[in-house]
Each structure stands twice: as C-alpha cells, then as structure tokens.
C-alpha cells in the first residue's frame, strides 16, 4: 500500500500561480501511476492531470493544459501540479491518487475509479 498526503493549497489570486504536492509513503510511489482530481463545492470530482510511473508520458484536462504541470520526483517521493495563470473557477479541493502500474506505457486513467489510493486533499482557493 502506499499513503499520500497533499500540501501546498492556499489562497491566491486570479492569474497568480500556486503549487500542490503529494507525498507518498510505504510502498515506492516508483510503482504508482499519480493524477491529480478537484472537487469544487457541488460539483463531482474530475481528473486535472495524471503522470505515469517515471514522468515518461503526462494527461492534462483540457481546462488545464497549458497552465498547469505535473512532475513527479521518485528519489523524493513526490508528484507535484505547477498551476499558473490561476482562474477562479480552479477553485476546488485538489487531490492526489495512485495506480499501481508494471509499465510506463499503459495508458493514464482518467475516472476515479481507476485509482486505489487517495490523499486527505488541499483546498485551493483563487480570488477574482
């Protein structure tokens, strides 16, 4: 199993710039494929980013591509989501999830019920 804690939420404002991590514990997060969820107040959960198990390939949603990143670094356990150009509708609960995975090449999951472990989450707030 593998444990996952978010950090790094706050609040900022409209076009400024925020990053989250997730930081794994237990098993190597080496054998986890890592997304990103949000979860705005009322509205379900949905998949922002996702990254396979050595940062080969990454999945952005489109609401996201082109401000937000995610990398993963395996010798610190962690996955990171850079977001830039902040808007007010990223306003969420933002959480990390994992996948266990035996290739680098099988394709990111994008529904959550494709993913098996889940962090507590951190909540982003963006002022207009």
């Known amino acids: 199993q593998v444990q996952l804690v978010e950090s790094g939420g706050g609040l900022v404002q409209a076009g400024g710039s925020l990053r989250v991590s997730c930081a794994a514990s237990?098993?190597?997060?080496?054998?986890?494929?890592v997304g990103w969820f949000r979860q705005a107040p009322g509205k379900e959960r949905e998949f922002v980013a996702g990254?396979?198990?050595?940062?080969?390939?990454?999945y952005y949603a489109d609401s996201v591509k082109g401000r937000f990143t995610i990398s993963r670094d395996n010798a610190r356990s962690t996955v990171s989501l850079q977001m830039n150009s902040l808007k007010p509708e990223d306003t969420a609960v933002y959480y990390c999830?994992?996948?266990?995975?035996?290739?680098?090449?099988?394709?990111?999951?994008?529904?959550?019920?494709?993913?098996?472990?889940w962090g507590q989450g951190t909540q982003v707030t963006v002022s207009s």
């Open positions: 990254i396979t198990l050595t940062g080969i390939s990454t």
């Open positions: 237990g098993r190597a997060v080496r054998r986890y494929m």
């Open positions: 999830a994992a996948r266990q995975a035996l290739s680098d090449y099988v394709p990111i999951p994008r529904l959550s019920d494709d993913y098996d472990y």
